[in-house]
């Protein structure tokens, strides 16, 4: 069965200061990949997904960047992170192919920037 | 790009009670409409998805209904549980065009016993 990891679980970072938020997918080749972020008490806003090796689409232009070096592998980072960068990030996959599927949640990390 | 309008944002029933929450979509091309249930501090989980060729479907006691031409859908969960008690959220894409799903803000459920 699939699996899906995300490390760290929680985060207190300094503005200012960089990110890199680390996504990995068990049990499953060539999957889609995708990045959420979640404010606190609101909804689920797309940043990045990917549906390949070295193929990042942006959903949102902000100070985040994403990448996916290997094929179950997908990293959010930033050089310099901003208060409002705040929140739970959610990495999700679906199975790869023409469109999207049903998408499968991580367990989240949950950053604070102070 | 698609929109998603979903209502109500919270809803407070009795244990019992059926629950229902709509949502309305923009793009006539969308044709995968999911589900998810998200209780606090957790990650999002999938309850029930619906394709658009079908007009319903169920699962013991959650059901989501689809109007294609009014472009509308809707959850309903009958025999209410404290434990439903969570943040729901519809999305809509068009799975033949865009891999992105787009939520609709979300729905507090509140089950009192």
């Known amino acids: 069965s699939q699996t899906i990891h995300q490390w760290p679980a929680t985060l207190v970072q300094p503005v200012g200061s960089p990110l890199s938020l680390e996504c990995t997918v068990e049990?499953?080749?060539?999957?889609?990949l995708y990045w959420y972020r979640q404010a606190a008490g609101r909804g689920l806003q797309l940043l990045f997904y990917s549906v390949g090796i070295g193929q990042i689409s942006s959903e949102v232009p902000q100070n985040l960047s994403a990448s996916r070096p290997q094929d179950r592998q997908f990293i959010l980072s930033s050089k310099k992170l901003l208060l409002s960068d705040s929140g739970f990030y959610l990495c999700a996959w679906s199975i790869a192919g023409g469109g999207t599927d049903t998408q499968y949640f991580g367990p989240g990390t949950r950053l604070t920037v102070l | 790009g698609e929109n998603v309008e979903q209502h109500p944002s919270t809803l407070s029933v009795q244990e019992g009670d059926s629950a229902v929450i709509k949502c309305t979509y923009s793009?006539?091309?969308?044709?995968?409409f999911p589900w998810y249930k998200q209780e606090l501090g957790k990650r999002p989980q999938l309850i029930i998805d619906i394709r658009s060729n079908v007009g319903e479907k169920k699962d013991q006691r959650i059901a989501v209904t689809l109007n294609k031409t009014a472009k509308h859908f809707s959850l309903h969960i009958t025999e209410t549980q404290p434990e439903d008690s969570a943040v729901y959220f519809c999305?809509?894409?068009?799975?033949?065009?865009?891999?992105?799903?787009?939520f609709g803000k979300g729905t507090s459920l509140l089950v009192t016993p």
């Open positions: 049990g499953t080749s060539n999957p889609n």
């Open positions: 999305a809509a894409v068009n799975s033949n065009s865009g891999y992105a799903l787009n």
């Open positions: 793009d006539s091309a969308s044709n995968y």
